[in-house]
């Protein structure tokens, strides 16, 4: 069965500090491929990366980076000099290459206070 | 224009009610989704068509029946609705699955908020 955890429910940190979020996952899949979405007090759903199972670089998007282990199963997401804008809900996902299933962990609420 | 569209955005009805939800998306999409976020913000998986085909239930109650007239609409009708039926509802689409940088990414709509007095 795949699963997605987000141990942190909810995380508060100062403007400017560096925040990580983190997600762990179980898949039985050889093929497999992470998400992190992000969804603002907005509402919408926002995709922000997509890594698949066989690509463990990390990846670094303006004050975004993602570290992808597969030895921990883990793929955090930090967030450098955070900003207001950051705050949101976080969502890590996860989908194999069987079906078209993509689950979703619980996320993570990020508050950046000014 | 908008790529997955959702109406109405906002529904409150009334307990045995029924009631649809619409989705449509203009990307060219073959699967499409519904999600379910209740109030603590956890979203789960409810349906997945793929060219009109279900391939996904997943352990919803048989009052909610989607129905997908063609690969570009899926739409959700929920009968006797119930107070726990109250949430986000998210329609989404994904282009054909494969290892390609777009393949498996989620494009969501805007979300129906279904509240049930």
């Known amino acids: 069965a795949q699963k997605v955890t987000q141990a942190q429910t909810e995380i508060s940190v100062v403007e400017k500090e560096d925040v990580t979020l983190d997600c762990v996952y179980e898949t039985r899949d050889t093929t497999y491929y992470l998400f992190w979405y992000k969804q603002p007090p907005s509402g919408e759903l926002v995709f922000l990366i997509r890594r698949n199972s066989f690509d463990e670089q990390n990846e670094i998007s303006g004050r975004y980076s993602w570290n992808f282990q597969k030895s921990t199963s883990s793929f955090n997401f930090t967030i450098t000099a955070s900003q207001v804008v950051d705050s949101a809900v976080y969502f890590c996902?996860?989908?194999?290459?069987?079906?078209?299933?993509?689950?979703f962990g619980k996320g993570t609420r990020l508050h950046i206070l000014p | 224009d908008t790529a997955v569209s959702q109406t109405p955005k906002y529904l409150v009805t009334q307990m045995g009610n029924d009631k649809s939800i619409k989705c449509e998306q203009n990307?060219?999409?073959?699967?499409m989704y519904w999600y379910k976020q209740d109030s603590k913000k956890f979203l789960k998986i409810m349906f997945s068509y793929n060219n009109k085909e279900l391939i996904i239930n997943e352990t919803v109650p048989n009052r909610f029946s989607p129905k997908s007239p063609d690969k570009a609409h899926l739409n959700l009708h929920i009968n006797s609705l119930e107070l726990g039926d109250s949430a986000v509802y998210f329609c989404?689409?994904?282009?054909?699955?494969?290892?390609?940088?777009?393949?498996?990414?989620?494009?969501f709509g805007a979300g129906s908020r279904l509240t049930v007095l």
């Open positions: 990307l060219g999409h073959d699967t």
């Open positions: 989404a689409s994904t282009p054909e699955s494969g290892i390609s940088s777009g393949a498996n990414v989620l494009t």
């Open positions: 996902a996860l989908s194999g290459d069987r079906d078209d299933k993509i689950i």
